[in-house]
């Protein structure tokens, strides 16, 4: 698989909402941020903004992200600063098209976002198996339709917890 991540990727990142398409869609991307260490916070920071990246690029939609950077003004363990980053993810998830449900576990926080896009009957896609399943279970207790996530298995990068050192080994043993 050929890397996309090249030396500007971040700055080309940035330039994705500036010219308006009103034809590609609007994609929230629901990824885990919460870790053991303040390290592993920023890995998943930076796997959110890989993931919108990979996003536009590959499947040309315009992503959203906010965990990929609000942790760099809020605090997560403020509770008023959790709770206005959460206010701030639900309301740009409402002006989502889809919910692209990322890496290959389900935090606290994405429940809760997954939770608010089948209450907006929202369609869903996975990229990992398991939480596929995990989905699927939770539209159907809900009594939806568990067709509401669909499993991509052709963007599997997105299901990834870092793609970009994924592409990186790969690349190693070629």
């Not at 920071?45 to 990929?68: D, G, I, L, T």
């Not at 605090?75 to 008023?80: E, K, L, R, Y």
């Not at 917890?161 to 043993?173: G, Q, T």
């Amino acid at each position: 698989m050929e890397n996309i991540y090249h030396e500007g990727w971040e700055q080309e990142l940035v330039y994705q909402f500036l010219p308006y398409d009103r034809c590609k869609k609007r994609a929230y991307i629901c990824s885990p941020l919460s870790a053991d260490t303040s390290e592993g916070i920023a890995r998943n920071m930076q796997a959110a903004r890989e993931y919108m990246f990979y996003a536009m690029k590959r499947m040309c939609m315009n992503a959203s992200a906010p965990h990929a950077y609000l942790p760099m003004i809020l605090c997560d363990n403020i509770p008023s600063d959790r709770a206005l980053a959460l206010q701030f993810g639900l309301e740009l998830l409402k002006d989502s098209d889809i919910l692209l449900i990322c890496g290959n576990r389900i935090s606290s926080g994405m429940r809760g976002e997954i939770a608010h896009a089948i209450r907006l009957k929202m369609p869903m896609i996975a990229f990992d198996e398991g939480i596929y399943l995990e989905v699927q279970k939770e539209l159907t207790k809900r009594g939806c339709d568990k067709r509401k996530v669909r499993l991509d298995r052709e963007n599997f990068l997105m299901g990834i917890s870092a793609p970009l050192s994924y592409l990186e080994n790969a690349a190693m043993f070629r």
